[in-house]
Each structure stands twice: as structure tokens, then as C-alpha cells.
């Protein structure tokens, strides 16, 4: 396996989709509301906020490593591991693994800056703000992912749905809209049903290492019932978005987009064993990119009109 094909799969670089939606669509908000688009821009958005996922995955791994997390996942019968693999089986040094994890962030540091410099201060604070979430959500002394309490699921939503869309549109437009933060919510919050989805997989492991998810804390009845919950904010917020023109009425065409889920939904019990939820996984990445990409098209139809 050469490096280029290591990096991708350590960083899992498959799901970087789910951060380079909301940031077109903030982009993409800035064009059909106020007819600014500044293509460099845009795209030096685009690497930082790549690199900023790419971090924030690979430095979840280093910490759940370091915690005993992963190891407990691939040493538990039932559990379904969703880490790189790279650590736990020895693919990588700690060493190599965190040289690459901070390179990243280096990366994403440098593209804040730049566009602090062109657009205004907020467009780092935007990006300063994603950084401190995605380090402490398994990073002591905080690890949002640890406490069980909702922090780590407002803390995606911040990550993955408000900073990136608000902080795309402000670096176009060098100011904020309300607009901008509802157009964030369908997606931030579809992005968070991804990552609760991925605690039913191991949430056993997560027990016994001492990871307090809400999966953990409630048992999977609840859990699963919050998860459908997520999935009618999503799309009541959705609604909400195209009532309050941050996008067009034909943005609706995003909800059929969520109905992998609901089937698979109808298929879970109140109890299952970990691989059932593989199924639940996938819905979710599906659904997440599919609205995703529905809202861009409808938006970038709108520019054009």
C-alpha cells in the first residue's frame, strides 16, 4: 500500500463529503443571496475545511487509542470497530500517526489565517472555534465524546453543520445572515444522526472503556428513539429553511433524500446485535450526502435564475 493510500485510509478520507456540503452551501448561500462568489476563496475554504476533518478524524482515533477505546472495540466479540485500524494494529507508530494528525492541523491553521487576512477575523474565529471542538470532543480535560450528556452531539452540530455553512458564507460576504445559520441545520444535523449512529456499533466497548455516549448512557431503546427524533429535526428544519427563503421551494426535494433511513428504521428492534446497526450506518452517510447534495443543486439552480 503506497503512502498516498495509507494517508486516505488512516484519515478515512470516504466521509469527507459531510464537511465539503455545508461549506459549498454556505458558499453557494453567499451567490444566490447576495450575488458574492470568489472562486480562490472558496476553494482555499474548501482545503482548510478538509484538512480540518481530516484532523479532527485522525485525532479522535490517536486519543481513543491512548484511552483504550479502539483497543476495547477490536478486542470485544459483539463490537464493530470504526477506527483506521492503523494504530491498533500497529500499521502506524504513535509517533508517525500524530506527526501526520498536527501536519493537518497545520494545514487548516494556515488556510484560517489567510482567509482572516482577506475576509475579516470572524473567518478564523469560525474556523479556531471547529478546531478546539474537534480536539477536546476526545481530548482531556474536556472529552465531549466521554460525558454522555449531549455535548458531543451539540458539539457535531456546531462542527459539521454551523461554523462550516456561517463560516463559508462569511468569507465570501464578510458578514453574517441568519439565513446562513438556517440553512446549516438540515445538514448539521443530519451529519450529527451519522456520528450517534456510529456509537450503536460499539457501544459495548464504549462501556467498558469508560466512553460515555448516549448510546451507553441510555441503552439502545432510548437511543434509538433520539436517533429518529434527529431525523425529524432534520427535516422539520429543512422545512423551516425553504419557509424562510434560504432555500428554494423546490429545496424540498431534499426530504425524500432521508427516507434510506426511515426504512431501515422500520427493520430495527428495541434490541439488536451491533452488526444490525451497519445497515443504519450507511442510511445515514446516504441520506446526509444525498440531502446534501440536493440542497447544493437547488441552490446553485436558484444563482442561476
Not at 500500500?1 to 484519515?11: E, H
Amino acid at each position: 500500500m503506497d503512502m498516498l493510500k495509507q494517508f486516505r485510509k488512516a484519515a478515512r478520507f470516504g466521509v469527507i463529503p459531510v464537511m465539503l456540503i455545508p461549506v459549498a452551501l454556505g458558499a453557494l448561500g453567499a451567490f444566490v443571496w447576495n450575488g458574492a462568489f470568489n472562486v480562490w476563496l472558496f476553494l482555499l475554504t474548501l482545503v482548510g475545511a478538509a484538512s480540518a476533518h481530516l484532523f479532527s478524524n485522525m485525532i479522535n482515533d490517536l486519543w481513543d487509542y491512548k484511552s483504550g477505546t479502539d483497543t476495547a472495540a477490536k478486542e470485544t466479540v459483539d463490537a464493530v470497530s470504526t477506527n483506521s485500524g492503523f494504530l491498533t494494529n500497529g500499521i502506524w507508530s504513535v509517533r508517525k500517526f500524530a506527526a501526520i494528525t498536527w501536519g493537518l492541523f497545520g494545514v487548516a491553521a494556515v488556510c484560517g489565517i489567510v482567509l482572516a487576512v482577506c475576509s475579516g477575523i470572524w473567518a478564523f474565529v469560525f474556523g479556531a472555534l471547529g478546531g478546539l471542538i474537534a480536539y477536546f470532543y476526545v481530548a482531556p480535560p474536556l472529552k465531549f465524546g466521554y460525558r454522555g450528556k449531549g455535548y458531543s452531539e451539540i458539539a457535531i452540530l456546531l462542527s459539521f453543520g454551523v461554523l462550516p455553512v456561517m463560516g463559508s458564507y462569511y468569507v465570501q460576504t464578510s458578514h453574517l445572515d441568519l439565513r446562513a445559520l438556517l440553512l446549516s441545520l438540515p445538514i448539521g444535523l443530519l451529519t450529527t444522526l451519522v456520528l450517534f449512529n456510529h456509537h450503536f456499533l460499539h457501544w459495548q466497548a464504549d462501556r467498558q472503556a469508560g466512553k460515555r455516549t448516549l448510546v451507553v448512557v441510555w441503552g439502545e431503546r432510548r437511543a434509538l428513539a433520539f436517533s429518529r427524533f434527529l431525523l425529524l429535526l432534520a427535516a422539520v428544519s429543512l422545512v423551516v429553511s425553504v419557509i424562510a427563503g434560504a432555500l428554494p421551494v423546490y429545496g424540498l426535494l431534499a426530504l425524500p433524500a432521508m427516507l434510506p433511513l426511515v426504512q431501515v428504521y422500520g427493520k430495527l428492534k428495541p434490541s439488536n446485535a451491533s452488526r444490525a446497526y451497519l445497515p443504519l450506518m450507511g442510511a445515514s452517510l446516504k441520506s446526509t450526502k444525498l440531502s446534501g447534495l440536493v440542497m447544493i443543486v437547488c441552490l446553485f439552480i436558484q444563482g442561476l435564475i
